[in-house]
């Protein structure tokens, strides 16, 4: 391999990368304060995907309106699913509400199929990412460059709101202790939905991202991604929003460099992922920058 | 209050499926389609096919046709449940499907061994019917496709070269691949690349770049409209400028609502174009879809419809709707001027009939896609 053909295949694997991330971090945010695995995380991205196609598709809104429309619609319909099905489940074991999110999951994609219908639709691929930009020999779309910048620019604006703001210190106190911060008079149920907003939110800007990249969007294609986001959010150390965003550009670049270097076990990148999730949760279950369990004595 | 709730549901479904056993002077068909799922522009057409036949031919013997469709959500195993659904439940006395090969060879067993016939519009891969008594089709067979695709690679555009592309998960495109390299190197060409990807994904950049490197003249990516469109898409990105070829699971709409003008030069070889039509029933069909859904009918529409009057026809030469008369009827079924040509029923059960090549080229004043008629070639 040349090393032409090692960088563009460097900057496949970092444009994958950073889709990945980009849903890893709401995934991931949502689990460090409500130690829910949201498994339908994955879905909501659906949601934010179509919201967008319809925005501009349906309504003839220019695109960055639909996003932003989608973006906020996505959010509402986090916080309802919240309100609808994990509440009633907060005081219930940690696996009833993990039972519920795979419930949640199920119910998107099947309601995705009835309402929107199976036959997947085109994406409209705004001009500004489809440019084709050539660095010495090197090629990739304006996307490649967008969706990175974006998801660093959400990561930003997520460790500010959850370090340096009111709220984020009252999302930190319930991830320590519920009921504590209930006493202390704080209204645990409003920080809920506003994570579960800003979750949502972060999955449907992933999810428009996502459908830029690969213009084609179905009521299942959030399985997969989803999927892939918690293996990132895994590597990262589930929880640690740094982590996740890591986890998401070192899965993209393997997946990609896999197939590059062996081209025989292409077909197998997905199977590959999945060993390596595998591989962290025996041999590093905190993942990269996860924090360390201390017993309690 | 509850245990009534249910005696209420046990009560409906004793009814339904009594209702179902009894009712008279009806023919009961199965149909296991992809209506959702990774192909399900697939199961819509043909269903439109079927649907149209239905309405014009709707009864044999006196007795009217009555289709039940079920959904395999594009599975192989939501196929083998549909089948044995078909079989078991509503007694149909045959079944038109399913469409992707790895459907049909998971759907195909429980018919057989029920003793129901299959006939599947557009499952091509040799082994759907290969050792089987009960599974027929009235589409051509994948090494006959196969070498169609590598003819008008050596002959057509005169390529030395070939890479492949091919989706591991569908026995439709490994043995398309298969068949395709057997005669493009027995023609004297030479394959220099063979890459892999599965149903399903997404990004194929790795694979592109790899095979970028090899200079092809021809890309063979036989595989089905989803990734066709996507691997398009990420080609030209990528800068590559090879003729791409793929076989009769690229004809899609959604090949340039999901690629756009990437799409533009892409061939493929099928089974029908509104052009090669030469038989009565094939004009009727064309002018009716027109009328029925305004616009031009799709191969699997035509397929479908093809299905549908095959086993009608069936019916009639065997004077019973007896899945085992049914059988023998299918199987010497010669000289059935159907929608996509004359069709024989060779003793394997296929299709041996002519095939079709096209190509995308963009509509400028639509502003999409549309498939262009390249040529015939005979068996």
New interface residues.
């Given amino acids: 391999m040349s090393f032409g053909e090692f960088m563009q295949q460097l900057v496949n694997g970092i444009s994958l990368g950073s889709l990945y991330a980009l849903v890893a971090i709401g995934y991931t945010m949502v689990y460090g304060i409500l130690r829910l695995i949201n498994f339908a995380h994955g879905d909501i991205m659906m949601l934010g995907a179509y919201f967008a196609f319809f925005g501009y598709a349906v309504f003839v809104l220019p695109w960055w309106l639909s996003f932003i429309i989608a973006i906020v619609l996505t959010s509402l319909v986090g916080i309802l699913i919240d309100k609808v099905a994990y509440k009633p489940v907060r005081k219930a074991p940690r696996i009833s509400a993990l039972m519920t999110a795979i419930g949640v999951s199920f119910f998107l994609e099947n309601f995705g199929l009835v309402v929107f219908g199976g036959v997947p639709r085109g994406f409209h691929r705004p001009d500004m990412f489809g440019k084709l930009i050539t660095v010495g020999g090197v090629r990739f779309v304006s996307y490649s460059i967008y969706i990175p910048l974006f998801t660093a620019i959400f990561l930003l604006l997520l460790l500010f709101l959850v370090y340096k703001t009111k709220i984020g210190m009252a999302m930190r106190a319930v991830s320590k202790d519920m009921e504590t911060t209930r006493l202390m008079g704080i209204d645990v149920d409003f920080v809920i939905s506003v994570t579960f907003a800003v979750g949502s939110a972060l999955a449907a800007a992933g999810g428009i991202m996502w459908a830029i990249k690969f213009p084609q969007i179905n009521p299942l294609m959030g399985i997969m991604p989803g999927l892939k986001a918690f293996i990132a959010a895994v590597f990262g150390g589930i929880g640690d929003i740094t982590g996740a965003m890591l986890g998401g550009f070192i899965l993209g670049v393997i997946e990609i460099m896999t197939v590059a270097f062996f081209p025989d076990f292409a077909g197998y990148r997905d199977a590959i992922a999945f060993s390596l999730l595998i591989i962290i949760l025996l041999f590093k279950p905190t993942g990269l920058m996860g924090e360390k369990i201390e017993e309690k004595v | 209050m509850r245990k009534l709730g249910l005696w209420v549901i046990v009560g409906v479904l004793v009814f339904g499926l009594m209702g179902s056993a009894l009712a008279a002077g009806v023919v009961r068909l199965g149909a296991v389609l992809p ?4 192909v ?2 697939y199961g ?1 057409q043909t269903w439109s096919g079927i649907k149209l036949a239905m309405k014009l031919y709707p009864t044999v013997l006196g007795e009217k046709i009555k289709v039940v469709l079920v959904d395999n ?1 594009s599975d192989k195993v939501e196929s083998a449940n549909a089948a044995s659904r078909l079989a078991k439940e509503e007694k149909v006395v045959a079944v038109i499907g399913a469409v992707a090969s790895s459907n049909s060879l998971a759907a195909g067993p429980i018919l057989e061994k029920a003793h129901i016939p299959m006939v599947t519009p557009a499952s091509t891969n040799p082994l759907v019917t290969q050792g089987k008594h009960y599974i027929f089709r009235v589409c051509f067979i994948d090494p006959f496709q196969g070498k169609v695709a590598a003819v008008y690679a050596r002959k057509v555009l005169h390529a030395k070269t070939a890479a492949m592309l091919i989706d ?2 569908q026995d439709y495109c490994v043995g398309l691949a298969n068949f395709f390299k057997k005669a493009f190197t027995k023609m004297g060409g030479k394959i220099v ?6 149903t ?4 194929f ?3 592109l ?2 095979i970028k ?1 090899k200079h092809p003249d021809v890309i063979y990516i036989p595989n089905y409209y ?1 990734e066709d ?2 691997v398009l ?1 990420q080609a030209r ?3 590559i400028k090879a003729h791409f070829i793929s076989g009769d699971g690229a004809q899609a709409d ?1 090949l ?5 003008k990437a799409v533009v030069g892409l061939a493929f070889t099928t089974h029908f174009a509104e052009k090669a039509v030469t038989t009565k029933l094939g004009k009727q069909f064309v002018k009716e879809y027109y009328k029925v859904y305004e616009k031009s009918p799709p191969a699997l529409a035509a397929l479908g419809f093809d299905a549908y009057m095959i086993i009608r026809d069936a019916i009639a030469r065997a004077k019973s709707a007896n899945p085992e008369k049914i059988r023998s009827a299918l199987s010497a079924t010669k000289g059935f001027k159907g929608v996509t040509g004359i069709i024989n029923i060779d003793e394997h059960g296929n299709a041996v009939k002519s095939a079709v090549m096209e190509k995308v080229v963009w509509n400028e004043k639509a502003n999409k896609g549309e498939f262009k008629f390249v040529t015939v070639i005979n068996p």
């Fill in positions: 209506m959702t799922g990774a399900a522009a819509q959500k591991r998960a690349a063979v890459t892999y990807a599965q399903g994904d997404q990004d950049t790795a694979q770049t790899a490197r989803t469109a996507l898409k990105e990528l800068g959604a340039w609502k999901v690629g756009g």
